[in-house]
């Protein structure tokens, strides 16, 4: 229970979280075998008044604040990690163009508030994603337009989107300070999507690079300021990482959920296993772990809601979450013995699924990195 958390808030997880059971549970196993982009969740979720979420009602959506963000995504994550990822990665596309773009550009949020368009963030290139300032992207400026030139890796939801924010260098020689978003629809002549990469995890994920060799764009497209393109991505990532741990903290959720209920049910020298103080170590340090992950998240959300700054609170959150995930995970599995190495159990999904959040918005080392600014007395 979470003191600080008003009946409202309980209210709205009960509400998602039975919308989860009753309509994501019995096609997540499958989207995950299939290897199939979940259509049917999104647009399910549309209908709910899931998607969007955190997009203002003047701009077609739901206009609710980051902590009901974060429960949705928490709650999503606990049945479909691979639906709460796409919600994750369409937040970060949402976000920078609410922060940053034009009245104009913030007209095409309607559609993606309603799961008829996706949008992508696009930054991770296939020569690094920790190293921002150091992408080969360039936008070279002929008149009125840009055209772009170079590669991008990793970019979720990429074979299904309509629209891409992506960063190119229009100084390079500035390095970092000669980055400018660019906002560039599907379809654009010279713009190519895919092939799909196959993950270990978050298989029904539609991710791919994309290539660009002289893709034209208006200026009209510059999302923000031209060379200010590092700021909009920094601005976006940090706050965006509380949405990621909040995906993590779903997962952890599902680890302890699963994790309890085999120990209960597994029998060993006429024992059920829960009975043992091996196992109960594995299950009370996933309760403890879980506890403190949540009370992380929502308080790195409600920052945000106050307007506050987040990047240690963010940072520290992405890490601590993740990395619970990926210790508690390994436990659920040794908890679980071979079922929980079978494939077609939710465990094993979940230990593929896990690695992901340690890597997307910054690896942990990226988020030590982050927090090791904060050491330094001057
Ligand atoms: C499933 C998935 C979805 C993703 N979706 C997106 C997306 O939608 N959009 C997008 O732009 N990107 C996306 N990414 C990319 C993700 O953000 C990058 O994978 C991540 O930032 C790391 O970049 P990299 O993989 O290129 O590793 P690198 O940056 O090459 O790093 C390799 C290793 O070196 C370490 N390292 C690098 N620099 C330092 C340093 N200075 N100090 C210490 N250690 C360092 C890293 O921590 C890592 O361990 C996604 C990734 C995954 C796995």
């Given at each position: 229970m979470i003191a600080f958390l008003p009946q409202e808030?309980?209210?709205?997880r009960s509400k998602v979280r039975k919308f989860c059971e009753n309509v994501l549970e019995k096609n997540a196993m499958r989207w995950d075998e299939e290897e199939e982009f979940p259509y049917d969740s999104l647009k399910a979720m549309a209908e709910e008044g899931i998607l969007g979420l955190g997009i203002p009602e003047e701009y077609g959506g739901a206009g609710t604040n980051r902590l009901k963000l974060v429960i949705a995504i928490e709650e999503v994550a606990r049945v479909d990690p691979n639906s709460a990822f796409i919600m994750e990665v369409e937040s970060l596309f949402d976000a920078t163009i609410l922060l940053f773009g034009s009245e104009e550009q913030k007209k095409i949020l309607k559609d993606v508030a309603q799961g008829?368009?996706?949008?992508?963030?696009?930054?991770?290139e296939p020569t690094g994603g920790t190293d921002v300032a150091g992408i080969k992207s360039i936008a070279k400026k002929e008149n009125d337009r840009y055209l772009l030139y170079g590669s991008?890796?990793?970019?979720?939801n990429a074979l299904v989107a309509s629209y891409f924010v992506v960063f190119a260098k229009t100084a390079p020689e500035l390095k970092g300070k000669g980055i400018t978003a660019f906002l560039v629809e599907k379809g654009t002549e010279n713009f190519r999507v895919g092939p799909k990469i196959h993950l270990t995890g978050f298989r029904g994920s539609a991710i791919a690079g994309l290539q660009y060799n002289g893709a034209p764009v208006k200026k009209e497209n510059i999302i923000g300021k031209e060379n200010e393109g590092i700021k909009v991505a920094m601005t976006v990532l940090e706050r965006g990482r509380v949405n990621i741990s909040a995906?993590?903290?779903?997962?952890?959720?599902?680890v302890y959920e699963e994790s309890v209920k085999f120990a209960n049910f597994r029998k060993s020298m006429e024992n059920p296993?829960?009975?043992?103080?091996?196992?109960?170590?594995?299950?009370?340090?996933?309760?403890?772990?879980?506890?403190?992950?949540?009370?992380?998240?929502?308080?790195?959300?409600?920052l945000i809601d106050r307007n506050m700054q987040v990047g240690m609170n963010a940072a520290s959150t992405k890490l601590f979450?993740?990395?619970?995930?990926?210790?508690?995970?390994?436990?659920?599995?040794?908890?679980?013995?071979?079922?929980?190495?079978?494939?077609?159990?939710?465990?094993?999904?979940?230990?593929?699924?896990?690695?992901?959040?340690?890597?997307?918005?910054g690896?942990?080392?990226?988020?030590?990195l982050?927090?090791?600014?904060?050491?330094?007395?001057q």
């Open positions: 808030y309980e209210e709205f008829k368009k996706i949008g992508t963030f696009a930054l991770t991008k890796y990793f970019i979720t995906l993590a903290l779903g997962m952890l959720q599902r296993i829960v009975n043992y103080q091996f196992i109960q170590n594995y299950l009370t340090d996933m309760l403890t772990d879980l506890e403190a992950s949540r009370l992380m998240v929502y308080n790195t959300a409600m979450v993740s990395e619970a995930l990926m210790r508690h995970v390994k436990n659920g599995v040794e908890i679980m013995g071979g079922y929980g190495y079978t494939r077609g159990t939710v465990m094993e999904r979940l230990a593929r699924d896990a690695h992901n959040t340690t890597l997307s918005l690896t942990s080392e990226a988020m030590r982050v927090l090791s600014r904060y050491l330094r007395m």
